[in-house]
């Protein structure tokens, strides 16, 4: 189904193949929905989101409500007589009043095998929790979070390096080809939601910074995993004699039991920073002590005295 109007719900990179994906099967959307335009940093500079910025540069009309629950919204939405809402990370929760405006209401992509993951950031905690895969599912949307039928699933390896942003960027464009997908499925005999299980649903909460604290009691492989599910942010951290340490690269190394209490420093030279934790240790390669630069290991050593016996985290705080 070609000729039908369409309105595109999208923020931030991860939207992008997905608009992309509209533009060139020939379905360009007749409006692009994204957040309204922040005030970041120091000197407070105006950011407006990846969508606006493709979105604009495609000569597409933007809209940019604070809330899409607003009655004014649901009447310019009304306006534009969708056939269909396509979204794609967001960042709101839309009412049962604006889900049916379009006569084929609206479908999302996530960036889960729905119902695991349920939430505002699947892709951190699939790796987090060590999961081998993950994927995208197209999913027609539910007032209630992530529960609506599955249109189309697809599975997408989690390799064992990789990191949220890698993976991110991988979903992204498998989401992009699955939406482009699903929509040749619009209206005809291919198009049948399956409800989901909702038995089976895991949830994955929106990320904070003390999310990156690090656990030495931890095996050195969860930390791993965690260390890779928090890059780039909020990133992983400890405490060296007081102050922050940033971890940003690391490895397992000794896969079985080692000695000294989790924390420990076990070696430290030009290959990394080798500590204890709850089984096996884990070699810290690259890094960044609070107030200074990020370096690899041996530069790092060269300026720091972390000797052996050294307990890292110590004077951490709940």
Same mark, same amino acid.
Not at 242 to 247: A, D, E, T
Not at 249 to 276: E, F, N
């Given at each position: 189904?070609?000729?039908?109007?369409?309105?595109?719900?999208?923020?931030?990179?991860?939207?992008?193949?997905?608009?992309?994906?509209?533009?060139?099967?020939?379905?360009?959307?007749?409006?692009?929905?994204?957040?309204?335009?922040?005030?970041?940093?120091?000197?407070?500079?105006?950011?407006?989101?990846?969508?606006? /910025?493709? =979105?604009?540069?495609? @000569?597409?009309? $933007? +809209? #940019?409500?604070?809330?899409?629950?607003? !009655? *004014?919204?649901? %009447? &310019?939405?009304?306006?534009?007589?969708?056939?269909?809402?396509?979204?794609?990370?967001?960042?709101?929760?839309?009412?049962?009043?604006?889900?049916?405006?379009?006569?084929?209401?609206?479908?999302?992509?996530?960036?889960?095998?729905?119902?695991?993951?349920?939430?505002?950031?699947?892709?951190?905690?699939?790796?987090?929790?060590?999961?081998?895969?993950?994927?995208?599912?197209?999913?027609?949307? /539910?007032? =209630?979070?992530?529960? @609506?039928?599955? $249109? +189309? #699933?697809?599975?997408?390896?989690?390799? !064992? *390096?990789?990191? %949220? &942003?890698?993976?991110?960027?991988?979903?992204?464009?498998?989401?992009?080809?699955?939406?482009?997908?699903?929509?040749?499925?619009?209206?005809?005999?291919?198009?049948?939601?399956?409800?989901?299980?909702?038995?089976?649903?895991?949830?994955?909460?929106?990320?904070?910074?003390?999310?990156?604290?690090?656990?030495?009691?931890?095996?050195?492989?969860?930390?791993?995993?965690?260390?890779?599910?928090?890059?780039?942010?909020?990133?992983?951290?400890?405490?060296?004699?007081?102050?922050?340490?940033?971890?940003?690269?690391?490895?397992?190394?000794?896969?079985?039991?080692?000695?000294?209490?989790?924390?420990?420093?076990?070696?430290?030279?030009?290959?990394?920073?080798?500590?204890?934790?709850?089984?096996?240790?884990?070699?810290?390669?690259?890094?960044?002590?609070?107030?200074?630069?990020?370096?690899?290991?041996?530069?790092?050593?060269?300026?720091?005295?972390?000797?052996?016996?050294?307990?890292?985290?110590?004077?951490?705080?709940?």
């Amino acid at each position: 189904m070609q000729d039908i109007r369409i309105v595109f719900f999208g923020t931030p990179r991860f939207a992008l193949p997905s608009l992309q994906a509209l533009l060139e099967c020939g379905r360009r959307p007749v409006a692009v929905v994204t957040q309204p335009d922040r005030r970041v940093g120091r000197g407070q500079h105006v950011q407006v989101s990846p969508v606006k /910025e493709a =979105a604009l540069g495609a @000569g597409l009309p $933007v +809209l #940019q409500p604070e809330k899409v629950r607003s !009655p *004014d919204f649901l %009447a &310019e939405f009304r306006s534009l007589a969708p056939d269909l809402a396509v979204v794609a990370a967001y960042g709101q929760i839309f009412s049962r009043a604006l889900l049916d405006i379009p006569r084929f209401g609206f479908i999302n992509v996530h960036s889960s095998l729905l119902p695991a993951y349920r939430g505002a950031a699947p892709i951190n905690w699939a790796i987090i929790n060590g999961d081998r895969h993950t994927g995208v599912t197209i999913m027609q949307v /539910e007032p =209630a979070m992530d529960s @609506g039928p599955i $249109v +189309l #699933q697809q599975v997408e390896p989690i390799l !064992p *390096d990789d990191t %949220a &942003e890698v993976l991110h960027d991988r979903l992204a464009m498998l989401g992009g080809r699955l939406l482009a997908q699903a929509l040749d499925r619009l209206g005809g005999a291919g198009w049948q939601p399956v409800a989901q299980q909702h038995a089976l649903a895991t949830y994955a909460p929106m990320l904070s910074k003390n999310d990156g604290l690090i656990d030495w009691a931890q095996p050195a492989v969860g930390i791993y995993n965690r260390l890779r599910g928090m890059t780039p942010w909020p990133g992983c951290f400890t405490l060296l004699a007081g102050r922050m340490l940033k971890i940003h690269r690391a490895c397992v190394r000794d896969a079985c039991p080692v000695p000294g209490t989790p924390g420990t420093v076990l070696q430290a030279d030009v290959q990394g920073i080798k500590v204890a934790t709850g089984h096996a240790a884990l070699l810290i390669t690259e890094l960044q002590l609070e107030g200074k630069k990020r370096m690899c290991a041996g530069d790092f050593l060269k300026g720091t005295c972390v000797q052996p016996g050294i307990v890292l985290g110590e004077g951490e705080t709940e």
